[in-house]
């Protein structure tokens, strides 16, 4: 097995698709169900490879795991170990929420150091800040990159995060989903897979409600499932195939989405001169004649996400203009950059004088005047066949994306990587006229 994509691209894309549950509210769900008393069944749980390195690890914590095609059965009753395996936990970023159902269930864990894409730091000391707010205490062992943590009693207290963070926000509601004491976080992170998951607790038992971006929590005894949860679908999987729809010059309706979660993804497809319908659970998105050039920044929810702009980025190579990505919330997200270049790009860095202590970054900018967070693409440069790898998730649909456009046959390698976040992706493009095979 080569792990890689041949790619004949030059071809019109257009028909319909259906997307699969969402990958980062599948995730979540699946550690929030190990807080539970009964059995919990999800189903729309995407067929990738985070959710099968997921359940097989909380497998090796000694929970009882059936899974049928999209349909996942969990019962946290036999969970026996509270050290997840490095090798598993290590690929997840997931994997890092465990701290929650862990502490309740042993008052004690040891966690490794996240996994998952490598788009930057990341912030781990808003996490690690929350927990100990909330009467949970740590120590980082050096030695073998693992976190210490224990909890005494019921969870108690409040924390406000200095920046967002979707991570931190929902291990500290799964902190304080169960005891005897309210918990209050501030400033928030807003992703609707925040909401979702406070409603599958709710649900469940829990008492937690959300004004804004302050959430209040009264711990319950014990949650428990009444029926199955359906994990919503991946909108990060809709702004791919819509990207892919329009850079090839074509068209594509996407079916089973929830049209308010991509607002201000479609605000700026429109501005870009894409014809976008909103239907009730569906929506289309045609070329008709031009991409427009449109500069972006990214911004967490509601604003134009992280996930989106590497999508972004290849479209606008096919715009008729000079427009910027200015990258905001990781500090490591243009691994896709020297790729697309080699299929015939035109784009270049953008230097920031100001990043050392700007305000306007969601990570750690001290010490970070080098740092390349904006480029610069001029579009119209016809794109060429080359041998290009993925570094990561979403650069990975941006690469597979440049391959479709540009003429002749091209070999996208680290398929596996890609394969992390979207489920029958072949099959997907190849049901809208893309030829590529999996070898």
């Known amino acids: 097995m080569e792990d890689a994509y041949i790619v004949n691209g030059g071809n019109v894309l257009k028909g319909e698709v259906v997307l699969s549950g969402a990958k980062n509210l599948a995730l979540k769900t699946v550690i929030a169900s190990l807080l539970f008393e009964s059995k919990v069944t999800l189903t729309n749980v995407p067929k990738i490879n985070d959710v099968h390195e997921l359940l097989h690890l909380i ?6 795991v059936e899974q049928t095609e999209n349909t996942v059965t969990i019962d946290p009753s036999t969970l026996s170990s509270c050290k997840p395996d490095l090798l598993h936990a290590s690929k997840l970023r997931a994997s890092f929420l465990l701290f929650a159902p862990l502490l309740h269930k042993f008052r004690e864990c040891r966690i490794p150091n996240p996994g998952g894409c490598r788009i930057g730091m990341r ?12 009467g949970v205490t740590t120590e980082y062992q050096s030695k073998d990159g693992y976190y210490d943590a224990r909890l005494a009693q019921s969870p108690k207290g409040s924390y406000k995060f200095s920046k967002p963070t979707h991570t931190g926000t929902e291990l500290l509601i799964m902190l304080g989903a169960l ?13 609707p897979e925040i909401d979702e998951l406070i409603l599958f607790l709710n649900k469940a038992g829990a008492k937690i409600t959300k004004v804004g971006a302050t959430i209040t929590i009264q711990g ?3 949650l428990n499932q009444t029926k199955p949860f359906r994990i919503f679908s991946d909108r990060n999987e809709a702004v791919t195939f819509a990207t892919l729809a329009v850079a090839t010059k074509g068209s594509v309706e996407i079916h089973n ?6 607002h201000t993804f479609n605000e700026f497809m429109t501005k870009a001169g894409v014809k976008v319908l909103i239907r009730s659970n569906s929506i289309i998105y045609e070329y008709v004649g031009t991409v427009k050039p449109v500069s972006i920044t990214t911004e967490p929810h509601p604003g134009f996400m992280t996930d989106w702009q590497p999508n972004w980025a290849v479209l606008m190579t096919q715009s008729t203009g000079v427009a910027t990505v200015h ?3 990781f500090e490591n997200r243009f691994s896709y950059v020297d790729e697309l270049l080699k299929l015939g790009a035109q784009m270049e860095y953008v230097e920031e004088s100001d990043i050392d202590n700007n305000t306007n970054y ?5 010490g970070s005047k080098a740092m390349k967070q904006k480029i610069r693409i001029t579009g119209g440069a016809p794109l060429h066949s080359a041998a290009i790898k993925i570094a990561d998730l979403r650069a990975g649909a941006t690469l597979l994306i440049a391959a479709l456009i540009a003429d002749g046959e091209s070999v996208v390698t680290n398929a596996n990587i890609l394969e992390r976040g979207y489920e029958n992706i072949v099959e997907k493009i190849s049901s809208l006229g893309g030829k590529l095979k999996r070898v």
Request: aromatic share 2%; net charge negative; glycine share 6%.
């Open 123 to 134: 912030p781990i000391d808003r996490i690690i800040s929350g927990m100990e707010a909330l």
């Open 59 to 64: 497998k090796k914590l000694g929970a009882t």
């Open 220 to 222: 319950v005894k014990s």
């Open 362 to 366: 969601h990570f750690n900018t001290k």
């Open 257 to 262: 989405l929830i049209p308010d979660q991509l």
């Open 327 to 329: 990258e905001t919330v």
């Open 179 to 191: 005891g005897e004491n309210e918990i209050r976080i501030e400033n928030s992170a807003l992703e």
